[in-house]
Nanobody
Framework: QVQLVESGGDLVQPGGSLRLSCAASGSIFSINAMGWYRQAPGKQRELVAAFTSGGNTNYADSVKGRFTISRDNAKNTLYLQMNSLKPEDTAVYYC??????????????????WGQGTQVTVSS
């Protein structure tokens, strides 16, 4: 199986910065796509930024120019650099990955995985 563990969430003042990390571990054969989502209280989970299976990046309009997604393929780790944070960025941030992984000696499977989430609070 595959595990995603996020870290880096914190309380920060408006205008501040945070860097989130998501480390993927397990019997990984390949990570096909990977991204960040967030869910604020009373709202649906929404895409923040992601790498597509083709290697392109997608950003929500609300974070363009402020957030940057990056990854370290050797470490199977995804990052989200968040600058100029606003109160409306307050949410639980989740890592998501489309992963092909080994199951047993001869089987390879593909599935979608989520991390447990990390809280980002932007408040003065």
């Amino acid at each position: 199986q595959v595990q995603l563990v996020e870290s880096g969430g914190d309380l920060v003042q408006p205008g501040g910065s945070l860097r989130l990390s998501c480390a993927a571990s397990g019997s990984i054969f390949s990570i096909n796509a990977m991204g960040w989502y967030r869910q604020a209280p009373g709202k649906q989970r929404e895409l923040v930024a992601a790498f597509t299976s083709g290697g392109n990046t997608n950003y929500a309009d609300s974070v363009k120019g402020r957030f940057t997604i990056s990854r370290d393929n050797a470490k199977n780790t995804l990052y989200l650099q968040m600058n100029s944070l606003k109160p409306e960025d307050t949410a639980v941030y989740y890592c998501n990955a489309d992963v092909t992984y080994h199951r047993g000696t001869f089987n390879v499977m593909r599935n979608d995985f989520w991390g447990q989430g990390t809280q980002v609070t932007v408040s003065s």
